[in-house]
């Protein structure tokens, strides 16, 4: 006795006949295939979606910034909208002889910034990639280093800024030195956690075929280990950034932390919301393109 909604499929054999019954998908697995790939490559309803959503999530904190600036009506406290982005007009432009702010253009101060954290990090991730690799191939260095690393990782910038202050005094190196010590601890820790993780099948395959340690390393491990590397570097970059702004207290004009440092000096909180921002929107820039650099240079990341 078979269900009336089975199909059947009779298959003929000498002096034999079966049949098959073949039950109905169910109705959610129908709607699965009828739905193909391209539902299962749209998460949270697709892409438009999620632009959509971003965009009214961003209009309701325009409104409440809006509506909360004009209840208060205490600008030195919270700045409208329209006070900002006059001050972005004014420290981008010349008006009455006065050009930008404390006589530098906002992406004068930008760009000093930017220029800093670069040539910072650069060293920081240096610094950091060798000292991963040498923690995570001799282990006697691995456990004298180890503690320094976390322990510096664990201080805030302006702990160790006043010492290099009175070291290096207030010009650009000081600032430089910080950026860099605050970019190495991430690097480090994620290089060597990459080389102490490598595949060992890969590693005693090429020492079979006659590869000696530091080509193993380069050859095998390090390639192995490029996503938690980058994402050690992405950390770094982050954390550099985050520094510039006690970097840039000191001396830091021109500089996007300088600029804000100065402007909270004389209660200009418009000046200080627009330089937040800029120091948010590129910051969000710059890992962006950290992203793209990501996946093309490793474009086997997530795939087994």
Known sequence: MHDRN???SRVPLPGVSLTTSVAPAPPAERAAAVAGPAAALAP???????????????LALYLLWEITARVMRNPTFIPSPAAVWHQLITTSTVHDGVRGYSGHLLIEHLGVSLRRILIGSAIGVAGGLILGVLMGTIGWLRVVTEPVVTFIRALPPLAYFSLFIIWFGI????????LSIAALPPVAVATAAAVQGAPTGLVEAARALG????????????????????????LAVGVAYSSVVAAETINGVPGIGGMVRDAQRYSQTDVVVLGLFAIGLSGLLIDALLRITENRLIPWRGRS
């Open 6 to 8: 089975s199909r059947h």
């Open 44 to 58: 949270g309803g697709g892409l438009r979606r999620r632009i959509i959503l971003r965009l009214l999530s961003l």
């Open 171 to 178: 010009d650009e190196t000081p600032k430089l030195w910080l």
């Open 211 to 234: 590869a000696g340690r530091w080509q193993t390393i380069r050859d095998v491990v390090l390639p192995a280990g490029l996503p938690e590397i980058f994402t050690g570097i992405r």
